[in-house]
């Protein structure tokens, strides 16, 4: 029999985004999988939604909004309580799927005992010529980097191994989530949202996992679904967080190059928005780094316990960062 896989997609107010998101889960054609749905304290009509369309769903109501990064280790722990489980699929309610997708990629992981997170080529959800994303990394000028984003779509690429992979629709391997140091919390929950897949990115390349972009895999995304409803807070999370990440991950002479190459490039961006006319934006890059500074203890100690499992050769991972294959 095929390996089992569990969907999991968290939701807040997504009702509207739903019924098409659960249809291209419905429509695949690999043929042992179920469905979680973590819904964060909806106002809307989601929950009812996701039952009507997907009878069979397993529904956990949250009662709160737990953010991102909670509200899926709560599914990933729900669904490995199955030990039939071998995969956990990540699909964000703004995402949706070819009938394929996931019998592409976890055929393709079957014989790759180091597989951990793998994604296929995920399109523009409203222009199927533009890409959306073929892979995350962490650049050389610390920050995140999401891989061939906004480039023209002209043939599908791969197999390639990557520093990581988008969450918005992703496999994450049982024996992988098993390995990884913090247990439950897959996604760090301090981050809230925003870099919580890639600080899991980072973390498997400096373990010494494999990340995959898998070739025929295609997915389509929308984009800031739940955090397009409130302006400037992504960038406000994606600076605040990456402090933390980079902290937490990369060998202590990585991290310095980094940490040293951030005050700059934090600066260039600010320039960038302010010329923009974007001023109130670019004050979120100040306040997410002041913010960063207040978690810094706690991703001291997370670092702590992943150093023990750090097996990456640091000019390797240097190289990776290049441009993130």
Wanted: hydrophobic share 40%; net charge positive.
């Amino acid at each position: 029999m095929t390996k089992k896989a569990v969907f999991v997609i968290v939701c807040w107010n997504n009702q509207d985004l739903l019924e098409e998101c659960l249809r291209s889960i419905h429509n695949q054609t690999h043929d042992n999988y179920k469905t979680i749905l973590v819904d964060n304290g909806s106002e809307d009509d989601s929950v009812a939604t996701a039952r009507r369309h997907m009878p069979d769903i397993d529904i956990i109501e949250a009662g709160e909004n737990l953010g991102f990064a909670k509200g899926n280790n709560l599914g990933i722990a729900h669904a490995l309580k199955d030990s039939e489980t071998a995969y956990v699929a990540l699909l964000n309610t703004d995402a949706r799927l070819e009938p394929k997708w996931l019998e592409i990629v976890t055929t393709f992981c079957d014989g790759k005992p180091r597989a951990a997170c793998l994604q296929g080529t995920t399109l523009e959800y409203y222009n199927h010529d533009i890409i959306d994303s073929t892979h995350i990394y962490v650049a050389r000028n610390s920050q995140a980097t999401q891989g061939s984003w906004r480039d023209p779509y002209y043939a599908e690429i791969g197999p390639k191994k990557v520093f990581g992979v988008n969450a918005a629709a992703a496999v994450l391997t049982r024996s992988f989530l098993e390995a990884q140091p913090y247990g439950h919390e897959v996604f760090d929950e301090t981050m809230f949202m925003y870099l919580e897949d890639v600080d899991l990115a980072a973390r498997a390349t400096v373990m010494g996992w494999d990340n995959y972009l898998v070739p025929g895999a295609r997915a389509y995304h929308m984009g800031s679904a739940s955090s397009g409803k409130n302006p400037g807070l992504s960038l406000y999370l994606t600076f605040r967080n990456n402090l933390g990440m980079v902290i937490k991950n990369f060998p202590a002479r990585t991290a310095l190059k980094l940490l040293f190459k951030m005050p700059r490039s934090d600066f260039s961006t600010f320039k960038h928005l302010r010329r923009q006319g974007k001023q109130q934006a670019s004050w979120k890059i100040v306040k997410g780094r002041l913010a960063g500074l207040v978690y810094v203890p706690v991703f001291l100690w997370k670092r702590r316990r992943l150093s023990k499992l750090r097996t990456i050769d640091r000019d390797y991972l240097w190289q990776l960062m290049r441009k993130g294959y």
